[in-house]
């Protein structure tokens, strides 16, 4: 266990720049986002100085019928009424039905910073093998008391517990951002954002997005050792060519050939990703009012065929991996 966390230790030495920045990188935007939620809280607050209310037209939820919300600071008192009516029935009703599409709104605000990490792992897997090559520092490593499958797997763990790691802690300050946008939004917008948010547990929420970050980072492992697969024997630019290759081959097998099933194969390997939120947004449409509708229920894709194939599909090129890593093939 010492020499992988090792091993460990030193993948993050060689990579920390990379992360620190990407999180500095995402700090900034969410600041940015502070910055816009600022003025528009500005002119929300305008208005509702001059006119003493705020109407918010054609507001629907779900897929009932639309409905006009009009909102009253009455001192520190909140008021909402539909449609002309004072309701709170149904205001109770609308704003617990809000707080399924904003929880899936959160995911995929997190879905965006996951898609960013996910495309600065490419770079990643790519040089994993590739760049000891070029220094010439592989017989090095291999010189140490420890084995090649000890070497290539604290590779593999490293890339994938940052992945992970990343995108969770990123995850993290996203949603405390949101916080602090709603508390710089203020009266009334901070009480009926409250009363939306408190509906959602945020640690049900973070679990099951490590749920699918756990089935995205195994559907994503034949990508990643493809790419090392890629980095063990190019002679330069293995990004380029271990995604620029299969593009190119797909695009002329669709000429040669006139047919797009290589094409329709990356695409679906790549919108996967994306099917199983849309999944889960689709049992929220069809009005599951469940805590799987609001949370989702990822852990149950991990479970299946697909996941076998890519377990095997990993294997093998796991092997080639090995195979080649042995012959230490120089980059001059």
Same mark, same amino acid.
């Given at each position: 266990m010492k020499p992988l966390i090792v091993l460990l230790k030193r993948e993050w030495l060689e990579w920390q720049r990379v992360i620190i920045g990407t999180i500095l990188v995402i700090t900034f935007l969410n600041l940015l986002m502070l910055l816009s939620v600022s003025r528009g809280s500005d002119l929300m607050h305008e208005k509702l100085d001059q006119e003493g209310h705020i109407v918010i037209d054609?507001?629907?939820?779900?897929? =009932? =019928?639309?409905?006009?919300?009009?909102?009253?600071?009455?001192?520190?008192?909140?008021?909402?009424?539909?449609?002309?009516?004072?309701?709170?029935?149904?205001?109770?009703?609308?704003?617990?039905?809000?707080?399924?599409?904003?929880a899936f709104g959160m995911r995929f605000g997190m879905m965006g910073t996951f898609a960013f990490i996910l495309f600065l792992s490419m770079f990643y897997f790519s040089d994993a093998i590739y760049k000891e090559r070029a220094d010439n520092s592989t017989l090095f490593y291999r010189s140490l008391p420890v084995n090649d499958h000890m070497l290539l797997g604290s590779k593999i763990a490293a890339g994938l517990i940052g992945v992970i790691g990343l995108t969770l802690f990123l995850s993290f300050e996203y949603l405390i951002f949101?916080?602090?946008?709603?508390?710089?939004?203020?009266?009334?917008?901070?009480?009926?954002? #409250?009363?939306?948010?408190?509906?959602? #547990?945020?640690?049900?929420?973070?679990?099951?997005?490590?749920?699918?970050?756990?089935?995205?980072?195994?559907?994503?492992?034949?990508?990643?050792?493809?790419?090392?697969?890629v980095g063990t024997y190019v002679k330069g630019r293995p990004l380029l060519v271990g995604i620029g290759a299969p593009i190119l081959l797909s695009i002329s097998w669709a000429i040669v050939f006139q047919s797009a099933a290589l094409l329709r194969s990356i695409g679906k390997f790549f919108w996967g990703f994306n099917q199983v939120l849309i999944?889960?947004?689709?049992?929220?449409e069809k009005g599951l009012d469940t805590d799987m509708a609001i949370y989702g229920n990822f852990w149950a894709y991990i479970f299946n065929t697909d996941t076998a194939i890519s377990i095997l599909v990993s294997a093998l090129l796991y092997y080639g991996i090995w195979h080649v890593y042995r012959k230490n093939i120089p980059t001059g």
């Open positions: 054609d507001f629907q939820f779900n897929d =009932e =019928e639309e409905v006009d919300l009009d909102i009253v600071l009455n001192g520190k008192d909140v008021e909402i009424t539909i449609d002309g009516k004072d309701t709170p029935r149904s205001v109770e009703k609308m704003l617990r039905k809000v707080a399924v599409p904003i949101i916080r602090i946008a709603i508390w710089i939004l203020g009266e009334p917008f901070t009480s009926l954002a #409250s009363l939306i948010l408190s509906q959602i #547990s945020y640690l049900r929420l973070i679990w099951d997005w490590f749920g699918y970050l756990v089935f995205a980072a195994i559907h994503m492992a034949p990508l990643a050792l493809f790419l090392m697969l999944d889960q947004w689709e049992l929220m």
